[in-house]
């Protein structure tokens, strides 16, 4: 996958020998020799994936990390340290700062490129789904990177799949004092719990009797249930090229034996935090959408929806062959309502008319507020007499309760004119119907009011 590499570190030598492995593998490679410049790079856009040297003057790669991580423009940005440090407790120190990884060096070129295409596919992810809460947030839908950002990625769940006692023992008291960890040696029924519980980490072993550790990395990678769960792999010292061949796979990240207590429980954190920072851009982008399709004040769908979904109801009715009727709703003297209690009652009663509305359709009924006033629900596989008797049931429940404002004394008496109409061979398309049921609605007002008005047959 081309990517945009950005390699810091204030020795030349060190930033040359990366820029000539990276560039041989087609990445695209920029450089900075300290941390202010690399943060003005990265929040410029200017890369995909960071490579920091740790020991740096001024600002060291750790103090770099933080900031990168603390800031919402850039905390998405995967962040590898590149030193000469190998001890466990300078490990935990850069994954405490929120680096993604920690590579030693000499760099095994195999394992950077590995670890720099995995970081680099999940980055791309997060910028499809930042890209488009960006574009809602410019449009008034609200903020969610802030939120997103602000993860500590403390209680999470984690499922641990490994058949040795000793083993996921000493690893399920390391982490149960910040997460809940369940255990499970089955990496079939594993995979099942997976799909079924709210997991965020599976830890799986590549040491498991008679199974495949790899093939349970890859189910969990490929069903939809199941992908977006972080996956760490456990391995020996000896099983470099399969954790190599597991990343590839889609693993997120990995740890070797013996497992030391502290990387563990930074490593899960990391990756608790990586996944709920990216189910909040998605549950940022899905509020958003609905925003965009919901009216804010009865909390109906609006036009917008109406427009697209009922173009589909009725192409779907035409090339079925099936009946599609609509019914237009419009509140008898709205505006006396208005003009005499406020428009504060006027927006109470429009939300308990909409309330009212919902419980006395189907699921399958599209239900939208067309403007003022007005409701329309376009009723699937309903001739004209079919929807004529449901309007009539809405409009009977309508006025037999008053409408309750302002508190438990006011109650206000509510009629509704509702006209309908079906479709017709002729019709080429919604608004052929819409301006039917206008008509019915308008003689329903002229007649009366309070009552239902169906086209003429």
């Known amino acids: 996958m081309p990517a945009r590499v950005l390699v810091v570190d204030d020795l030349s030598a060190n930033v040359k020998l990366l820029e000539t492995k990276l560039t041989a593998e087609y990445f695209d490679v920029v450089t900075a020799s300290n941390g202010p410049d ?38 998405h940005l995967p962040v590898v340290m590149v030193t000469a440090l190998d001890q466990p407790s300078d490990r935990v120190r850069g994954l405490d700062a929120g680096a ?173 935090r990586r996944k709920r920072y990216a189910e909040r851009l998605r549950d940022g982008v899905q509020a958003s959408l609905e925003l965009a399709v919901t009216d804010g004040l009865t909390g109906l769908h609006n036009r917008r929806y109406l427009d ?31 003009d005499t209690y406020g428009h504060d009652v006027g927006d109470e009663v429009l939300r308990e008319f909409a309330k009212r509305i919902g ?22 596989e309903a001739s004209l007499e079919e929807a004529r008797l449901v309007a009539e049931r809405i409009r009977v429940r309508i006025g037999t309760a008053p409408f309750p404002f302002g508190g438990r004394d006011g109650h206000l008496d ?3 004119s509702i006209g309908v109409a079906s479709l017709q061979p002729e019709d080429a398309g919604p608004a052929d119907m819409l301006k039917r049921a206008d008509l019915a609605l308008y003689r329903a007002k002229h007649t009366g009011r309070n009552r239902v008005v169906a086209e003429a047959a």
């Open 100 to 272: 993604d990884d920690f590579l030693t060096r000499p760099v095994d070129d195999v394992a950077l490129f590995a670890r720099v295409r995995s970081l680099v596919r999940l980055k791309a992810v997060m910028d499809e789904l930042r890209a488009r809460l960006v574009v809602n947030r410019s449009l008034g839908f609200g903020d969610a990177l802030a939120s997103a950002t602000a993860e500590t990625g403390q209680n999470g769940r984690v499922l641990l799949v490994d058949d040795r006692p000793s083993s996921y023992q000493r690893l399920q008291a390391a982490l149960s004092h910040y997460h809940v960890v369940e255990v499970e040696p089955d990496p079939n029924r594993a995979l099942l719990r997976a799909a079924e519980e709210n997991v965020d980490v599976v830890l799986v072993s590549l040491d498991l009797h008679d199974f495949d550790g790899l093939r349970l990395c890859s189910q969990l990678r490929s069903l939809d249930r199941t992908r977006d769960i972080a996956v760490v792999l456990l391995a020996d010292m000896d099983e470099k090229a399969r954790v190599l061949r597991g990343l590839d796979i889609g693993a997120h990240d990995f740890l070797v034996r013996p497992i030391d207590r502290n990387e563990l429980v930074a490593r899960v954190r990391t990756q608790v």
């Open 359 to 380: 419980t006395l359709t189907r699921g399958v009924d599209l239900v939208a507020r067309y403007g003022g006033e007005e409701i329309v629900v376009v009723v699937p």
């Open 308 to 338: 697209l979904h009922f173009s589909n109801l009725f192409a779907e009715a035409r090339r079925r062959g099936t009946d599609v009727s609509v019914l237009l709703l419009d509140i008898d003297r709205f505006k006396a309502v208005n």
């Open 38 to 75: 690399a943060i003005g790079i990265c929040e410029r856009g200017g890369c995909d994936i960071v490579l920091s040297d740790v020991m740096m003057p001024g600002m060291d790669g750790f103090e770099l990390c933080r900031r990168l991580k603390s800031s919402p423009s850039t905390t």
């Open 414 to 416: 509510v009629t509704v």
